[in-house]
């Protein structure tokens, strides 16, 4: 084989295996998961590279996941033994002069394919792509829904982020705005948004939920499932990540809600609003309408009181504008998720 047909080869295969990537990727975001995991799975799986235990668990505890990462893992060993050795034998018996029309047009199929995901990488096109998927995963699951039922996009410790797909308002909440319905005090559930009829919308004092309302919140994993009565669409996952030594805060936006974010934050540097005071003395919501849900320590959930204070080391989960989360935390690397 020449030195022009093996780089032809590579180049082919590897814009193929991006190509199934971004399809096994999209798949996986239909179901819930959040861009940064959903591509995550797919790299692993295609590769049968492998991955840990937690990282796992997302998938194989849930039905859909399930069958979307044995077609992964068909598709990748598919593609490493027969695609592969298909493309080999192909490029060996090819005259590439006599067929030097045909090869020209197909590598400009494989390009124009590469623009086009490079143009889906603009991010202006990106968002409206992931407002898509997102629309597109609340209309799947309330058409398949029989009964209140939970996605769980990510978790720590024993608290989780969810989607909470309701084909029934519970009792408690029946007829209730979330003030008298006592939530957070009898559950220690936060309801940080909800989306009616395609639309987001923030809660309030007098907010009353209705069927078919997607709620994400943020709380014990335990008593959200007692709480609205569902039945798991998703799976608990360890979450172990370790701040690493940094001269500035690192940001990772988990999921976004219109111009309000959902950020997960290694504080390295404490910033000057929450230096030495505790939250309330802080007025940080007040002041940025930033809402800290989370505060771990040593790898360790802490207990979250108004006497807290935050400390260089601490991983927080907060929800608020995302350019206000940026002023306050101060990050230069942010990244979606």
């Known amino acids: ?134 629309s597109l995963t609340v209309k799947v699951f309330k058409k398949a829904a029989k009964e209140n039922y939970i996605s769980v996009l990510d978790t720590y410790g024993e608290d989780a982020v969810v989607n909470i797909f309701l084909y029934k308002v519970p009792e408690f909440l029946e007829g209730k705005c979330i003030v008298d319905a006592d939530l957070r005090k009898k559950y220690d559930v936060n309801i940080l948004m909800y989306t009616r009829n395609g639309q987001n919308h923030y809660v309030k004092a007098d907010t009353i939920f209705t069927n078919k309302d997607v709620l994400i919140a943020f709380g014990p994993l335990a008593s959200i499932k007692d709480a609205f009565l569902l039945k798991e669409h998703g799976d608990k996952q360890e979450s172990k990540v370790k701040s690493k030594p940094a001269e500035s805060n690192s940001i990772t936006v988990m999921s976004n809600f219109g111009y309000q974010v959902l950020a997960d934050i290694n504080v390295n540097v404490v910033p000057p609003i929450l230096a030495d005071k505790s939250l309330m003395e802080s007025r940080i919501k007040d002041y940025f309408s930033i809402n800290i849900m989370m505060v771990s320590r040593d790898e360790k959930p802490i207990n979250l009181t108004k006497d807290t204070v935050i400390e260089k080391g601490d991983r927080v989960i907060a929800f608020g504008p995302y350019e206000n989360v940026r002023t306050v935390f101060g990050d230069a690397q942010d990244s979606e998720a």
């Open 1 to 134: 084989m020449s030195l022009v047909s093996s780089i032809t080869l590579i180049i082919t295969v590897i814009i193929v295996y991006y190509l199934l990537i971004n399809l096994f990727s999209i798949l996986f975001r239909i179901t819930g998961l959040p861009k940064e995991k959903a591509g995550f799975q797919a790299v692993s799986l295609l590769t049968n590279a492998g991955y840990t235990t937690g990282e796992s668990e997302i998938v194989v505890s849930e039905k859909t996941r399930r069958r979307i990462a044995m077609a992964a893992m068909l598709t990748g060993y598919f593609f490493s033994v027969v695609i592969v050795s298909l493309f080999i034998n192909l490029f060996l018996s090819i005259n590439f002069s006599k067929y030097e029309e045909q090869l020209i047009s197909l590598f400009v199929g494989f390009g124009s394919l590469v623009l086009f995901f490079l143009f889906l990488r603009i991010p202006a096109i990106e968002k409206g792509i992931n407002n898509f998927l997102d």
